[in-house]
């Protein structure tokens, strides 16, 4: 079984919590008493224009009368506070978007127990050493599809490396493209076969393939925490075409199969 040095990555999602508070509205109803202090001047001796004096005073005291008419406006201002209530109505929808992190929930697979299936790929054999390894492995990619592209051949899946051995310096590979028809005169260095079937343990690798040191070790933590024994091959499923993609976007997805 292969053992690597490699580095776990986590990532934590912190959750963020929302409060709201209530308004309240107090309402003062006026005494009317001033109106009452006012109007008890009763002298009959007083002379008319007194009294007509006093008049004019209790004329002015209906002033305060429309103070209570406006004490009354607060009595709408409590419509208000119901539509206060309506807020916490609006923020009921904050819990539907702490919902949202669910997505977060569907993490890559790490240790997912499956089964691969074989299937009919062109292949080619080839060794790399570790410090050239992508540029060896882009070049047998390039090579079996510059075949398939003069041959009219499409892919029939995403393009693999199994690796048949490794050492402190490098390793012999098998690059693979999964096809529908058998191509016609293949090269020496080409064969058609099978990819590998059984069951696996799949894992996946996300940035620069210089990186997947650390998703080895990790790999490698996992078999041994669960006492799981590995063949002595594993296989890189390329889901972004390495051809094509900037290396620090690549997502490979890798399977350990198992004894």
Same mark, same amino acid.
């Given at each position: 079984? #292969?053992? #690597?040095?490699?580095? *776990?990555? =986590?990532? %934590?999602?912190?959750?963020?919590?929302?409060?709201?508070?209530?308004?309240?509205?107090?309402?003062?109803?006026?005494?009317?008493? !001033? =109106?009452?202090?006012?109007?008890?001047? /009763?002298?009959?001796?007083?002379?008319?224009?007194? *009294?007509?004096?006093?008049?004019?005073?209790?004329? +002015?005291?209906?002033?305060?009368?429309?103070?209570? +008419?406006?004490?009354?406006?607060?009595? !709408?201002?409590?419509?208000?506070?119901? *539509?206060?209530?309506?807020? !916490?109505?609006?923020? &009921?929808?904050?819990? =539907?978007?702490?919902?949202? /992190? =669910?997505?977060?929930?569907?993490?890559?697979? #790490? @240790?997912?127990?499956? &089964?691969?299936?074989?299937?009919?790929?062109?292949?080619?054999?080839?060794?790399?050493?570790?410090?050239?390894?992508?540029?060896? $492995?882009?070049?047998?990619?390039?090579? %079996?599809?510059?075949?398939?592209?003069?041959?009219?051949?499409?892919?029939? @899946?995403?393009?693999?490396?199994?690796?048949?051995?490794?050492?402190? &310096?490098?390793?012999?590979?098998? +690059?693979?493209?999964?096809?529908?028809?058998?191509?016609?005169? $293949?090269?020496?260095?080409?064969?058609? @076969?099978?990819?590998?079937?059984?069951?696996?343990?799949? #894992?996946?690798?996300?940035?620069?393939?210089?990186?997947?040191?650390?998703?080895?070790?990790?790999?490698?933590?996992? $078999?041994?925490?669960?006492?799981?024994?590995?063949?002595? &091959?594993?296989?890189?499923?390329?889901?972004?075409?390495?051809?094509?993609?900037?290396?620090?976007?690549?997502?490979?997805?890798?399977?350990?199969?198992?004894?």
């Amino acid at each position: 079984m #292969f053992r #690597f040095r490699r580095v *776990a990555l =986590a990532a %934590l999602i912190p959750a963020a919590a929302l409060s709201f508070g209530l308004p309240e509205v107090l309402a003062q109803t006026p005494s009317p008493a !001033p =109106a009452a202090s006012a109007s008890p001047s /009763p002298d009959p001796s007083a002379s008319p224009s007194p *009294a007509a004096s006093a008049s004019p005073a209790p004329a +002015a005291t209906p002033s305060p009368a429309p103070s209570p +008419a406006a004490s009354a406006s607060p009595a !709408p201002a409590t419509s208000p506070s119901p *539509a206060a209530t309506a807020t !916490p109505g609006a923020a &009921t929808p904050p819990p =539907a978007a702490a919902a949202t /992190p =669910a997505p977060v929930q569907t993490a890559d697979p #790490f @240790g997912q127990e499956t &089964t691969l299936e074989s299937r009919k790929v062109v292949m080619v054999k080839g060794t790399a050493n570790w410090d050239s390894a992508f540029d060896t $492995l882009v070049d047998a990619f390039k090579a %079996l599809n510059t075949l398939l592209d003069k041959q009219g051949i499409k892919h029939a @899946g995403n393009s693999m490396i199994v690796y048949t051995s490794t050492d402190d &310096t490098g390793f012999t590979f098998l +690059a693979e493209i999964p096809v529908d028809q058998d191509p016609k005169s $293949l090269p020496k260095d080409m064969s058609i @076969g099978k990819s590998p079937e059984g069951k696996a343990l799949k #894992f996946v690798h996300r940035g620069s393939y210089d990186n997947m040191d650390n998703t080895y070790e990790a790999i490698t933590n996992h $078999l041994d925490d669960k006492r799981l024994e590995a063949k002595d &091959t594993f296989i890189e499923e390329y889901l972004t075409d390495p051809l094509k993609t900037a290396e620090d976007k690549l997502v490979i997805n890798v399977f350990v199969p198992l004894k």
